[in-house]
């Protein structure tokens, strides 16, 4: 059964190739069954040139295939399920087969993190989300005033993080994923993507996301 859903930031993964094994030791440390969401990672070069001649559709469909790239990629260093889910009723049936599960994106227009709050509310898992950063600040993390903000709730996050669905322009968190992780009260983490971080997501650093309309 799937208790953890991890959605993984694309960089993770493409900045890190040499060290896919760590990264998988890492999601398997618990012994549980999870589920990973893979983002595009550098992979988003392709999406960024595709919009040069094709448009927003087009755009989401390149990033899609990106994301699943990247979750093919990862596959072959963990103990996991052999088939990237592509519709919402593939995740449960991967998921029943005890596995680990890795896919990429679903739907255009739906971010990585979109698409983990969608698998965790399938599956009724707790949401993890890694990232590039360690948690959500209460305004630009790269301001020298900017506070780490423990614990926000959904109404908050939706006035610090204006929604952006401008394929491969999702940085931190976009409002489908909010709005997903509200209307299924989800019990979310969004923390730095260390391989440390993910052998011990409970208990480390990052922002507790409290579903609150």
Same mark, same amino acid.
């Given at each position: 059964m799937v208790? /953890?859903?991890?959605?993984l930031s694309g960089s993770i993964i493409t900045g890190n190739l040499e060290k896919l094994d760590e990264i998988a030791e890492a999601l398997e440390k618990s012994g549980e069954q999870v589920l990973v969401?893979?983002?595009?990672?550098? #992979?988003?070069?392709y999406i960024y040139a595709s919009g040069e001649y094709?448009?927003?559709?087009?755009q989401d469909l390149v990033g899609i295939a990106a994301t699943r790239l990247n979750a093919r990629t990862l596959m072959t260093a963990l103990d996991a399920y052999?088939?990237?889910?592509?519709?919402?009723?593939e995740i449960r049936i991967a998921s029943s087969t005890g596995k680990n599960v890795v896919m990429g994106g679903l739907t255009p227009g739906h971010s990585t993190d979109a698409v983990a709050a969608i698998a965790a509310e399938i599956l009724e898992a707790d949401l993890y989300?890694?990232?590039?950063i360690d948690g959500i600040y209460d305004r630009d993390p790269?301001?020298?005033?900017?506070? #780490?903000? /423990?614990?926000?709730?959904? /109404?908050?996050? /939706?006035?610090i993080i204006s929604g952006n669905n401008e394929a491969g322009k999702h940085e931190l968190i976009d409002s489908t994923?909010?709005?997903i992780i509200e209307r299924s009260g989800l019990k979310v983490k969004v923390f730095e993507g260390s391989t440390e971080n993910l052998e011990r997501p409970k208990k480390c650093k990052g922002s507790i996301i409290v579903p609150r309309p």
């Open positions: 208790e /953890k859903v991890f959605a969401v893979t983002g595009a990672g550098d #992979l988003k070069k094709g448009n927003q559709g087009e052999p088939d990237v889910p592509e519709t919402a009723e989300i890694a990232t590039s790269e301001e020298p005033d900017a506070e #780490l903000l /423990k614990e926000v709730d959904t /109404k908050t996050l /939706k006035q994923a909010i709005e």
